[in-house]
Each structure stands twice: as C-alpha cells, then as structure tokens.
Nanobody, 115 residues
C-alpha cells in the first residue's frame, strides 16, 4: 500500500521557519523524483520544489528560490522541505508527490504564515 505522509506544518510568524517532512512507503522511494507542491485557497496547485532520485539535483520557482530547500534521505524514505523567511503568501496546504511512471500524492499539511 503506497503512502506519503506529510508532517511539520503549522502556524508561524512572518520571517519564521518550518521544516516539512514526507515519509514514503509502499514503493521504491529511490526510483522516484520527489516534489513539493502547495495550494492556497482559490488558487491552482503550484510546484515549489523538486529533487532528483539521487538528490544531486534540485529545482525551485523564483517565488521560493533562496528561501526553500528540498532534500531527501533515501535510507529513510523521506523527503524534506526546509522553509525559511516565510511570508504570508506562503500560506497554503503543502503536498508531497512521488513521480515516475506513476504519480503518488500525500494528504497535505497546512502551513499558515501570520502574525
């Protein structure tokens, strides 16, 4: 049974940091590109970070570049998203996704940036 379980979301003040985790099971984690997406109310789902199967290549959109860092631990079947210098516009539900010939999604974790 494939599972992607996100954790680490919550309420943080502007300028603060959060670290999201996504624990994977039920598939060969190291064979999948991993991505983090977010979706704010009334908006389309947006890609915020991706990491190659080995972890040696990452990509970010300009909106989060320099503030967010994606990493993975293939021994622990886990992908992380370190988010620094958070802004109110980062408020969204954050989802992890595993991508190969199939795509798997987690259930999401809420991140709220507010004073």
């Amino acid at each position: 049974q494939v599972q992607l379980v996100e954790s680490g979301g919550g309420l943080v003040q502007p300028g603060g940091s959060l670290r999201l985790s996504c624990a994977a099971s039920g598939f060969t984690f190291s064979s999948y590109v991993m991505r983090w997406y977010r979706q704010a109310p009334g908006k389309e789902r947006e890609l915020v970070a991706s990491i190659s199967k080995s972890g040696d290549s990452t990509n970010y959109p300009d909106s989060v570049k320099g503030r967010f860092t994606i990493s993975r631990d293939n021994a622990k079947n886990t992908v992380y998203l370190q988010m620094n210098s958070l802004k109110p516009e980062d408020t969204a539900v954050y989802y992890c996704s595993a991508n190969n010939y199939r795509t798997y999604w987690g259930q999401g974790t809420q991140v709220t940036v507010s004073s």
